[in-house]
């Protein structure tokens, strides 16, 4: 049974395919065209049903917001009165509004005119006394007298996702002397929930989002309130419905799933209701209909390619027959006799044609078949590749070197034309090769012409798979003969050896990070130009040495044994070293060494490379220091403060021996910062954490809390009687009167003519002991907060103590400070 021929080379198979091609672009054409258009109606038509439900949720949640700002202006305009003259029955006046608290699932407060809390509901919640200036409801409120929603925060007390909204609480003659504002807990169920806390379809979503700071207010996934929408320019259709698009669109987001989404905007608040649901829920039916396309498709490709086969294969039967003829024939070994021609058509040309060729190729064999008997033996025995050309340039003998490679290679060495051999002119071939050089043929003429006694030249000769390169030399024939002797010889190892050295070199040259190689014994035998620029040495005052010059004496003994056991094992050691420059400067390196091994596993060198981290170093002690420290006054802020109070506690623990907390507060402040800005108020901050340094010892702690209150922690206090006590006074008497005396402020480098201000202010302290028994450093702090209110309490400018039993009465202190 004769089976359909598919190589690629055939006619048939060309005509076919490409028949074969012009229809399956047609076809495609059509399904990819009907496929668009099939996307755009359901994009449309998904994108109306998205809009219409965003429409409601955005009616709604801006009905419900309407509803609660009324609220809070209702309660607000009752009370007035109250705000400005008696603070104390504002709570009760709350809990008298349990509408409120149906509305408001995190609770009421009642601020000042100064944003300071004075009332709140439920009191359980402990807002009284906290400030929400900075809050933007509250200072709308307060500063322009209107009603707002705020942005979503994490709340003050509720540590989770909150959203607030306020209304000014305004006097008799309209002034605004406070605001109310409710807040609701997002992460409890609230009145965003019966839109937000639903799917969209399988798997989408409702979103409530605040385009003013780009945040998600309300989520069917709860995990992605507060989540911050991409930055502007990330995604251009976010960015639209961020500038106040109503409308649909096709976007990506930031996990890459791309979505279909909808918005419809909030007036009340300023927001946008966004429904999102990915494409690939959106378009399935779409996909469901390519793919029956697809199926189509394949079928109707698959019939017509085999149906032009057949009908090819019937027309150009006489053809192939011919081919086979050919082919047969060339695979024998005896000069092929003259083709028999059936037909005088087209094919019968081509036959005569070539029956024409063999005749002339007979005639030149027999005229070379003597002089290659005479020198095959001959050349067969050498290892290059080696061809004799006659006086008119043509190939009459080749070795077998030359015919394995034609063979292997389909191009003979120094050609670019495939399958060269004996008959072939060499000078027509190598003449159009730009691999071997144009002047090849010119120069194997001027051999040939006795004006040159030969020559040679090195020459790239590529394959597909590999790259090579080939020396040739043309000499020309002994003995009178005219002709020249071809030798190519293959050199792409030592080409590819002399490339590694060059690259080699290139690399150790030009690399940034400093290089050093060693002898087996640790002399220093080569350096590159960046290990001279790191450490400040030249190359001669290195070479021979050892690299135990460059010793900072940061490491001890210990840290060199591990470092060589490491490379002794493993063959390699990487971490960080300190390192001595020329100059004496230590300076830390990222550092790896490794061990150069013979075949044998020899060590014959090591290998260092190292990179100078200073400036990564510098900038971690930077980070370090701003976690760590108040940037204004540069002492301990609040958090290494407490992990200082801890560390004492356990030390009272065990020693035994106790420690004293002062609170301080200054007196006096804030009308200090409303006179004369806040840049003279630094400078009295500045000036104090300066004073409170000097009346403590080294290894007390001195810690700005924030504001203008500041705390010493005294430690290792002596532990028999009231002696600690005593010295806990006398330290704090020292601070009051430290603080006590005059400061000049408003000095100015830039300015030395500018005015000065001497000021005097005052400070409250409060004094507790502590113990290795205390639970933990917040209820100590939370004593001597009580012990700094009563000194206010007592007419400010005072120190009082608060003992460790006092626990009971420190609540009843706060609240009459």
Known sequence: MNLPDFRWRTLNTRITLVTLLIFVVSIWSLALYASSILREDMQRLMGEQQSSAATIMAASVNDDLAERLHALQVVAATLG?????????????????????????GGVVIVDAEGTAVADMPRAMGRIGLNYMERDHVAAALREGRSTVGRPVIGKKLSAPVLAMSAPIRDARGRVVGAIFGVTDLSKPNFIDKIAGNV????????????????????????RILETLPASGVSAAIDRFVEGYEGSAVFRTSDGVEVLGSARNIPQAGWFAWVASPIEEAF?????????????????????????????????????????????????????????????????????????????????????????????????????????????????????????????????????APNTGVGTSYLSVCGDDERSGGDASDGIRAVLEGRSPGFSHEYPCHSRHEQRWFHMTVSPLEGGRKGVVV????????????????????????????????????????????????????RDEVLGRNPRIFKSGRHDDAFYAELWRQITREGTWKGEIWNRRKNGEIYPEQKTISAVRDDGGKVRHYLALGSDITERKNMEDQIRRLAFYDPLTNLANRRLFHDRARRALAGSKRTGRPGALLFIDLDNFKPLNDTYGHDVGDQLLVEVAQRLRKCVREVDTVARFGGDEFVVMLCELPPEGTEPRRQAGVVAEKILARLSEPYVLGADPAAPDAAKIEHRCSASIGVTLFTGSDANEDEVIKRADAAMYQAKEAGRGAVRFVDPEARPSLQAAKAVG
């Open 487 to 538: 030798v190519h010889s293959n050199i792409t190892a030592r080409k590819l050896a002399d490339d590694r050295l060059r690259l080699a070199a290139s690399v150790f040259t030009h690399a940034d990070e400093g290089i050093v190689l060693t002898s087996a014994t640790g002399r220093i035998i080569e350096v590159n130009d960046a290990f001279c620029r790191i450490t400040g040495y030249s």
């Open 284 to 416: 399935a039916p779409i996909r469901a209909v390519q793919q029956r396309v697809l199926a189509g498709a394949i079928v109707l490709t698959l019939f017509a390619g085999g149906l032009t086969w057949a009908m090819l294969r019937r027309q150009l039967a006489p053809m192939l027959n011919t081919v086979k003829t050919l082919a047969a024939l060339s695979d024998t070994s005896h000069f092929p006799h003259p083709l028999p021609v059936v037909r005088r058509d087209e094919v019968g040309e081509l036959i005569g044609g070539f029956n024409r060729l063999l005749d002339i190729l007979s005639q030149r064999e027999r005229a070379v078949h003597d002089s290659r008997i005479f020198v095959q033996g001959v050349l067969d025995s050498v290892p290059s590749q080696i061809a004799v050309l006659d006086g008119d340039g043509v190939i009459i003998a080749v070795n077998e070197p030359w015919r394995r490679f034609a063979i292997e290679n389909g191009v003979e060495p120094g050609t670019a």
């Open 200 to 223: 969209y379809g399988r798997t989408g979503a409702y979103l409530l989002v605040a385009p003013q700071s780009r945040l998600i207010v309300a989520a069917s996934d709860k995990s």
């Open 81 to 105: 009165g109250t705000v400005g003259r008696d603070r104390s029955a504002l709570p009760a006046l709350l809990e008298r509004q349990p509408v409120l608290a149906d509305l408001f699932n």
